[in-house]
């Protein structure tokens, strides 16, 4: 009987790399147009070291883009790329299709829904707000709470103690193998590799369900209650 569902955030409730990108080409192009001397493709190549460096939630990466191509800080350029980047952010930072639908469906059925994310606790409750998701789940873990990323169990323990379910009373959506999938599984719960946001070109998952909509996965539980009630 599946009793709850959990959710990572990023490529499954959202198309977090598309934002991410076309706001950083976004605060490139308002960097350049305040006067930045350098090309899109310089700015570019740069911005992409930075992530790879610091990760792809680095706050200060256009402080430090400046400052390895110009030596310093300027602040009016500097601001120039922080609001590009932000307009472009809330202007891309949209659900994947049927969303909502299937989140209010799955809240009807009577389940808990919450989300594990390694995203920064901040940013994770922001990207929640701005899609107004933030009052339908029953729980969120990121890593601030645990100071652990996934596949590691102590996040997937966490969201499903503050949810009160056993593991096997639980499914795990996700986008990524290594950590969402071989992480839930590794405790006992049920997964579901959300094809509709793969960006790893995987082939074969080793979840237990492939769901190519997230709309999906209303069949998928249905199914398992019916034949476990």
């Known amino acids: 009987m599946i009793d709850a569902v959990v959710f990572d955030l990023d490529n499954t409730l959202v ?19 305040a ?19 610091q990760g792809i939630e680095y706050q200060r990466v256009f402080n430090q883009v400046l400052t390895e191509l110009t030596g310093e800080d300027d602040h009016k350029i500097l601001a120039a790329g922080i609001i ?8 891309m930072l ?4 049927h969303v909502h639908m299937t989140l209010f469906t799955l809240a009807r059925m009577g389940l808990k829904l919450g989300v594990v994310s390694d995203a920064p606790k901040l940013e994770a409750w922001l990207r929640l707000c701005s899609l107004n998701l933030h009052h339908i789940f ?11 990323r996934k596949p590691s169990p102590i ?14 009373q639980a ?36 979840a237990d369900f492939d769901l190519t909509d ?16």
């Open 138 to 148: 029953d729980a969120v873990v990121t890593f601030e709470d645990t100071g652990e």
């Open 15 to 33: 198309d977090f790399m598309l934002m991410k990108r076309k706001a950083v080409e976004a605060g490139i192009r308002s960097m350049i147009d």
């Open 84 to 91: 590009g980047y932000r307009r472009a952010r809330e202007a």
């Open 155 to 168: 996040p997937f323990q966490r969201v499903l103690g503050m949810m009160d379910v056993l593991p096997a």
């Open 214 to 229: 997230i709309r999906d996965l209303i069949d998928v539980i249905t199914n398992i209650n019916r034949k476990t009630s």
């Open 35 to 53: 006067g930045l001397k350098c090309s899109f493709d310089e700015v570019d190549m740069v911005v992409n070291k930075v992530y790879k460096e």
């Open 171 to 206: 499914i795990m959506v996700g986008d990524w193998e290594e950590r969402d999938i071989h992480g839930a599984r590794n405790i006992g719960m049920r997964t579901a590799f959300a094809r509709y946001g793969d960006t790893f070109n995987t082939g074969d998952s080793i």
């Open 94 to 97: 949209v659900p994947y299709p």
